[in-house]
């Protein structure tokens, strides 16, 4: 919504540019960066949310595979057989820290800059 008021965006809609155009050439690659960081941010919450939910019981149902499940599972082996509520608790974590630096790393390559 801020790049939508910002006045190149103006100067192309008096110049005759296609609303295609716009989004295009003018909106896209000045919010590229910030839309790239919060998509991977929100990819990483919305694995986080879902193996939270199923560690609850709320999520997917036990036939199908999810981390959340198999530590709530694996919660009463804990004491006994600790790795088998390490694994998918490291592999959860893992995940969610690629993930994250996925976003750093395209934060980073797509220029430091701010949109105008």
Known sequence: MRVRNLDYIGAARAAGCSTSYILMR???PN???PLAVVATLEMALAIL???TLSFLGLGVPPPL???G???SEAKDYM???PWVIMIPGAA???LVLGINLLGDGLNRI???ERAA
Request: hydrophobic share 65%; net charge negative; charged share 10%.
């Open 26 to 28: 003018e909106v896209l």
């Open 31 to 33: 919010i590229l960066r």
């Open 49 to 51: 949310l879902e193996a």
């Open 65 to 67: 595979p999810s981390w």
């Open 69 to 71: 499940l198999m530590i």
């Open 79 to 81: 004491f006994f057989s």
């Open 92 to 94: 959860l974590f893992l």
């Open 110 to 112: 797509l220029g430091t």
